[in-house]
């Protein structure tokens, strides 16, 4: 197993432009979570997701959503992009939901906004 | 609200020497505390959590409620200790997880 897998690896945008960030989670495992880590610090959390539905929401604005398959990957779909949502996003899976479960992340997708 | 503190940005210790990483946290019910790392060019990945004091690489970590603190230890550093570290702080009945911004621990040989 490749372990979790995100695409693409990079990305540039220009600002008002929207994109769409792919997430495949170890096989089995039916939670994904996403994470938006700024340069200089940790990640911070945005969304998860388990058996398709949302579970849990960080303190990010409206135009940021996301939604889970039923083969459990992911998409993180960011709206009218912001120079400040340049970022790397992380992806990350683990087998259920609850807290006890490790979570294990992806290399993550460098965008970038101009 | 929650909160998860690491003072030090950027740690060197040299080899063979202990190593502290501070983690403070703030919350107010019971939290579960975990360590994180990442080595240059991998994924972030698990080191350990506080529910299963064990020991990894050689690292402990124990919950102080009293003082709310997770502090990572080791008694002699190596230098495939190099890495960033990051505290996260989660609770029963979630899997979202809160992590601190992390210390660059630098072991000099």
């Known amino acids: 197993d490749a372990g979790v897998t995100q695409s693409p690896t990079h990305l540039i945008k220009t600002r008002g432009q929207h994109v769409t960030l792919r997430c495949s989670p170890i096989?089995?495992?039916?939670?994904v979570s996403w994470y938006q880590q700024v340069l200089g610090q940790g990640p911070q959390f945005i969304f998860q997701?388990?058996?398709?539905?949302?579970?849990g929401r960080g303190n990010f604005p409206d135009r940021f959503s996301a939604r889970q398959f039923p083969n459990y990957s992911s998409e993180l779909n960011v709206n009218a992009l912001l120079l400040g949502d340049s970022a790397l996003y992380l992806c990350?899976?683990?087998?259920?939901?609850?807290?006890?479960?490790?979570?294990?992340f992806g290399p993550g997708t460098r965008l970038t906004v101009l | 609200a929650q909160r998860v503190t690491q003072p030090e940005k950027l740690l060197s210790v040299f080899k063979g020497a202990p190593v502290e990483l501070k983690c403070n946290y703030s919350?107010?019910?019971?939290?579960?505390l975990f360590w994180y790392v990442q080595y240059s060019r991998q994924r972030l990945q698990l080191l350990l959590r506080?529910?299963s004091r064990e020991s990894i690489k050689g690292f402990t970590a124990d919950l102080n409620k009293g003082e709310t603190s997770f502090h990572l230890k080791k008694p002699f550093a190596q230098e495939e200790d190099s890495a960033m570290y990051y505290c996260?702080?989660?609770?029963?009945?979630?899997?979202?997880?809160?992590f601190g911004t992390g210390t660059r621990l630098t072991v000099i040989p």
């Open positions: 990350a899976s683990s087998l259920e939901w609850e807290s006890h479960n490790e979570q294990f």
């Open positions: 096989s089995g495992h039916k939670s």
């Open positions: 997701y388990y058996e398709k539905e949302e579970r």
């Open positions: 919350y107010s019910g019971s939290p579960e």
């Open positions: 506080h529910i």
């Open positions: 996260a702080l989660s609770w029963t009945g979630a899997n979202n997880l809160f």
